[in-house]
């Protein structure tokens, strides 16, 4: 049963307003205290990335939320922030990179590749792809 509710009632709005001022620190590379963010379900930050942080700025966001979660051991939040980084711009570098990466270490090789295949330019990314093609001989 999932708690997430888009709709904010007064209790939550208390929340939401913790996360505005986290979110504004977090885009500045300062240190944040994250632990907030293990309040939160991954649809709730979602919804308030959505809803409130500038359209210009969600897709840094939802990275940079991806990679908290990964190294925090939220892996199943992961691919939900960088799905919806992609929604917003298919085309973002930094999030097929990061999708790629995480898929990678999944072991989901046709799906990292799927991915890592549009910036091979990349050498980090170079180095996976060709461990996949080791990895699939």
Do not use: M
Not at 27 to 54: A, G
Not at 109 to 128: F, G, H, T
């Amino acid at each position: 049963s999932k708690l997430a509710n888009t709709t904010l009632d007064s209790s939550s709005s208390k929340k939401y307003a913790n996360l505005a001022v986290f979110f504004t620190v977090f885009l500045q590379k300062k240190s944040v205290d994250s632990t907030l963010l293990e309040n939160y379900d991954v649809e709730s930050l979602l919804f308030y990335i959505i809803n409130h942080v500038p359209l210009h700025q969600q897709v840094e966001v939802l990275n940079q939320l991806a990679v908290w979660f990964s190294e925090n051991g939220r892996q199943d939040d992961v691919i939900p922030c960088l799905n919806q980084a992609l929604e917003i711009a298919p085309e973002d570098i930094l999030s097929k990179k990061n999708l790629g990466i995480f898929l990678f270490s999944l072991k989901e090789y046709d799906l990292a590749r799927k991915y890592l295949s549009k910036i091979k330019e990349d050498p980090e990314v170079k180095q996976i792809l060709d461990q996949i093609a080791i990895i699939e001989r």
